[in-house]
């Protein structure tokens, strides 16, 4: 059964520092693994899909990577902003034919003016 | 649509009685997936659809949690005899295709049994 485990579950930072979210995963046969960002009392935003064979992408200020053989992914978040606050999920996708994402537990993230 | 939306966004319930959850996906996904948010057990799978088939149904808490999906787009997830242990957030995603396009989720409906 898959496992995914997010470390930190919580997170505060001065303005402006750069952060990295780690995500870790204990099958690395994945399809593809992805970020999202979830607000209070909101749903949950997409931010960056890697697929199996990538071992990174990048959306702005964001990038993600994936190294699949050791089961680990990073969100590197770049100049931080107090917008960023929110919680941080990763998330990963299964086998062809076993498409449901399985989450972490997430980050807290807070951002301090 | 622009997005995927749920419907309705709170609901409150007693004990015992039947609920109906409704998905809207967005235009042209096939693919729909259906997740439960709880405070003690954090983000988990429940079914997922290709079309109206579902291929998956292994997240189903129980015989009392139903779904269906009509036309290969709206799905309605329904609760029959409501338990306490079923308050959660509901929260409905859809992706283009299967097989590891990105997943776009709703607002979610907010369930609390009472």
């Known amino acids: 059964k898959q496992e995914v485990t997010q470390i930190p579950a919580a997170l505060s930072v001065p303005e402006g520092e750069n952060l990295v979210l780690n995500c870790s995963f204990t099958?690395?046969?994945?399809?593809?693994l992805q970020w999202f960002r979830q607000d209070p009392g909101k749903g949950l935003t997409s931010l960056l899909l890697i697929q199996s064979s990538q071992r990174e992408q990048t959306s702005g200020r964001l990038n993600a990577s994936l190294d699949k053989s050791s089961g680990r992914s990073t969100l590197y978040i770049a100049a931080s902003q107090p917008g960023d606050s929110a919680t941080y999920l990763c998330a990963v996708g299964g086998s062809f034919g076993n498409e449901k994402l399985t989450f972490g537990t997430g980050t807290r993230l807070t951002i301090i003016p | 649509g622009a997005g995927v939306s749920q419907s309705p966004s709170n609901k409150v319930t007693e004990k015992g009685k039947d609920v109906e959850l409704r998905c809207d996906p967005i235009s042209g996904h096939t693919a729909l997936y259906w997740y439960r948010q709880s405070l003690g057990q954090g983000l988990e799978f429940l079914i997922y659809f290709q079309g109206n088939s579902a291929p998956d149904k292994s997240g189903l808490p129980s015989d009392r949690f139903s779904a269906e999906r009509t036309g290969g787009s709206v799905s309605t997830l329904t609760i029959q005899r409501t338990q306490q242990e079923d308050s959660a957030v509901y929260l409905c995603a859809s992706s283009l295709d299967p097989g590891g396009y990105e997943q776009y989720f709703g607002p979610g409906t907010r369930l609390t049994v009472t």
């Open positions: 099958d690395s046969a994945i399809y593809n």
